[in-house]
Structures are given as C-alpha cells and as structure tokens.
C-alpha cells in the first residue's frame, strides 16, 4: 500500500477541515458579535399607556409617534437618548430671552438718547442669537426626533451611535399620508477609531396604518415596525 502523503506546505493532518471551511464555509476571522437589537428585548405592556390622537390632525399624529418611537428605543437596555439640539435650541432661546430683558431694563432706567447705543447693541444681539437659533433647527437638527448612543463589552468596548429623522408624506393621489423614517447608524471600537458597521436605511407606512378609526395608536404594531428598520440598518445594510 502506498504512504499517506501530506501537503509539502503544512505538517497537519489532510484530513483536518481548513479554516476557510469552518462555520459552515464562513471565515474564522468573523465580524464581531452585534449587540442585542430592539426586537430581541421585549417591551413589556405594562409600560405602554394608552395614546389617542386627532385623526384629522397630522401633526398630532406624527408627534404621537416621535414620541413613542422615543420611548422604544429610549428604553435603559437599548439607547441613551440625546438631547444635545434641544440643550442648544434651549441655550440660545434662554440666552436672547436674556438678552432682551436686560436691553429693556436699561432702556427704561437710562434716558432715551443715552441709552441709545447700548439698546441697539441689544437689540442687534437679539436678532443675531434668534437668527442663529432659527438656523440651527432648520439646517443642523433639521427632521431628526433621535439620537441614541449605546456602550457594551464584548472583548472590547463597542460604541453605537443611531440617528433617526422623521417626515410626514403628504396625500399622493389614491395614496394616504404617511410617517417616514430615515435611519443611520454606526457601531465602532477603540474610540471611534476603528469602524465594526455603518448602514443606512428609510422606510414609511401611512398613519392609518398604525391608528384606527378612533386615533387609538396600535403600539404593539408601530413598534415591531420600527424595530424591523433598526436590526436591518444594525446589520450594516444600506438602502
């Protein structure tokens, strides 16, 4: 009988699978473990309060789903909302609330021509802090209802960063209004040196597709929604 013969470029036994044939043909070197999505840890009802809106009113609607999208993905065992554009919006309204208190004190208990000059100064800095606020919402925080950072250890520290903006789409034809959501989302290690997934993705469904006849929102339905969208883009896929 003829010797076994071995691979002249390794000492191992051939019969040994390789590694690029392990897991079922996946390579050993995988991508690292994906924390637990929304739809994987369960809202429990008890925490779910009843919410009934004006079906007539769209911005009612919408502002009912911002807030329980909040609420889902808000939850301590998913993300950690932030609340940096409202902390801002908040700073600069407070700020020429300030401003503009102050102005007019000093214009009432400083005569009119020597008071002049630091009222226009006041007054200019008002219309500046209210300009730039006004910016700010519309050109920096824009549509966006969320922003959810999250930290978990798995052989290293994994930081995920999830951005959420929502629209109303208006009637289109036979078509009814509809929530639409735009989705963006990073998970990254070592500081945010080393990129582990990025996806982006979007998504909509008509309001009576989550309210009934009454404005009663369906919770239950509306949150399996949007859990589908966020394990989709946690995957790193874009559309």
Not at 42 to 48: A, K, Q, W, Y
Not at 117 to 135: C, D, F, K, N, R
Not at 157 to 175: A, C, F, G, L, Q
């Amino acid at each position: 009988m003829a010797p076994l013969r071995t691979s002249a470029n390794s000492g191992r036994d051939p019969r040994t699978p390789s590694p690029s044939r392990l897991d079922g043909g996946s390579s050993v070197a995988s991508s690292p473990e994906r924390p637990a999505g929304p739809l994987s840890i369960p809202m429990p009802s008890g925490d779910r309060e009843v919410i009934k809106v004006n079906n007539a009113n769209l911005t009612e609607l919408k502002h009912a789903l911002d807030d329980a999208l909040k609420r889902y993905l808000g939850r301590p065992d998913l993300f950690k909302q932030s609340y940096l554009h409202t902390d801002v919006r908040l700073a600069l309204g407070w700020l020429s609330v300030f401003v503009a208190a102050g102005t007019a004190l000093y214009g009432y208990k400083v005569e009119f021509e020597e008071s002049k000059p630091l009222v226009w100064v006041g007054l200019l800095t008002y219309m500046v802090l209210t300009a730039i606020q006004t910016l700010y919402a519309y050109f920096i925080e824009g549509s966006i209802v969320f922003v959810g950072r999250r930290k978990t250890f798995s052989k290293r520290i994994i930081t995920e960063r999830i951005t959420i903006s929502s629209t109303t789409v208006p009637v289109k034809k036979s078509k009814p209004p509809a929530y639409s959501l735009s989705l963006h989302y990073v998970r990254s290690t070592s500081g945010g040196k080393s990129l582990l997934a990025k996806g982006k993705t979007r998504g909509s469904r008509g309001y009576n597709a989550f309210f009934d006849g009454l404005g009663t929102l369906d919770q239950e339905k509306f949150e399996q929604w949007v859990g589908e969208l966020v394990e989709q883009v946690m995957e790193g896929k874009t559309s």
